[in-house]
C-alpha cells in the first residue's frame, strides 16, 4: 500500500470548518483514499473513503486532487467531539482487509 | 444493529503466560481482522481472517495466532508473553474487504 504524509498536529476552532491534508503522491490506480479517526482509547472509526470523485456523507468530506497525489478530509463544523486523531491511509481494495496506519493528525478543536 | 465486541476489556497477565483474546463480529460481517497498538509502534495489523481461513498476516512473531469459528466470532491468542506485548489489541469487522471496517473497543493487555 501506498505510504501518506500527514501533519502530526493541527487546531482548529469550534463551529469552523477543519481541513485536514493528506500527501499520497506514490498512490496507484487501483487504491482507494480512506480516513479513519480515533477519540482517545477507543476503537477507530470509519469516516469516508474515495477512488478519484470527490466524496461527501454525513460526516464529512473528501476532496481528492485530479492527479490524485493528495486528498483532504473536511470536518464542516468541527465541534469538541471532533478532537481525536485522523488517519489516512491507501489500499487496495479486493485484497483482504489489512490497514496501514501510518501516524495521523491530532485535531484539537478548542472553543 | 450491535457494535464489534471484545472480551475482556482488561486484562492483567505475567512474563511467560499465554492469553486469549475474543472478538464478536458485527451479525453478518465476515472478515475479522486484529490490530496492536502501542505508543512505540503506533497501530499495527496482526492478521485477518475471512470465512474461517487467515487471509493477511502481519509482521509479528508466530506467538501470536489466531482463529475463526464458522459464526464469525475470532479469537487471538498470544503464547509465551512479554512484557513488549502490552498494548491496546483491536478488533475490526467488515462484510468484504471492499467495505469499510468497523472497530470494536479493544482488549488493554498488560503484561507484568
Known amino acids: 500500500d501506498a505510504k501518506t504524509t500527514q501533519p502530526p498536529s493541527m487546531d482548529c476552532a469550534e463551529g469552523r470548518a477543519a481541513n485536514l491534508p493528506c500527501n499520497h503522491s506514490?498512490?496507484?490506480?487501483?487504491?482507494?483514499v480512506y480516513w479513519y479517526r480515533q477519540i482517545h482509547s477507543q476503537g477507530p472509526q470509519y469516516i469516508i473513503h474515495?477512488?478519484?470523485n470527490n466524496e461527501t456523507n454525513e460526516m464529512a468530506s473528501l476532496i481528492i486532487t485530479e492527479d490524485r497525489k493528495s486528498s483532504t478530509l473536511i470536518l464542516p463544523h468541527a465541534t469538541l467531539r471532533d478532537t481525536a486523531v485522523y488517519y489516512c491511509?491507501?489500499?487496495?481494495?479486493?485484497?483482504?482487509?489489512?490497514?496501514?496506519f501510518g501516524g495521523g493528525t491530532r485535531l484539537m478543536v478548542k472553543p | 444493529k450491535a457494535g464489534v465486541t471484545q472480551t475482556p476489556r482488561y486484562l492483567i497477565k505475567t512474563r511467560g503466560q499465554q492469553v486469549t483474546l475474543s472478538c464478536s463480529p458485527i451479525?453478518?460481517?465476515?472478515?475479522v481482522s486484529w490490530y496492536q497498538q502501542t505508543p512505540g509502534q503506533g497501530l499495527q495489523f496482526l492478521f485477518e481472517?475471512?470465512?474461517?481461513?487467515?487471509?493477511n498476516k502481519g509482521n509479528f512473531p508466530g506467538r501470536f495466532s489466531g482463529r475463526q469459528f464458522s459464526n464469525s466470532r475470532s479469537e487471538m491468542n498470544v503464547s509465551t508473553l512479554e512484557l513488549g506485548d502490552s498494548a491496546l489489541y483491536l478488533c475490526?469487522?467488515?462484510?468484504?474487504?471492499?467495505?469499510?471496517?468497523?472497530f470494536g473497543p479493544g482488549t488493554r493487555l498488560t503484561v507484568t
Open positions: 474515495g477512488l478519484k
Open positions: 491511509i491507501v489500499r487496495v481494495v479486493r485484497a483482504g482487509n489489512m490497514l496501514t
Open positions: 506514490t498512490i496507484s490506480g487501483n487504491e482507494y
Open positions: 451479525s453478518g460481517h465476515r472478515s
Open positions: 475490526a469487522s467488515s462484510v468484504s474487504d471492499i467495505y469499510e471496517q468497523y
Open positions: 481472517y475471512f470465512s474461517e481461513t487467515q487471509r
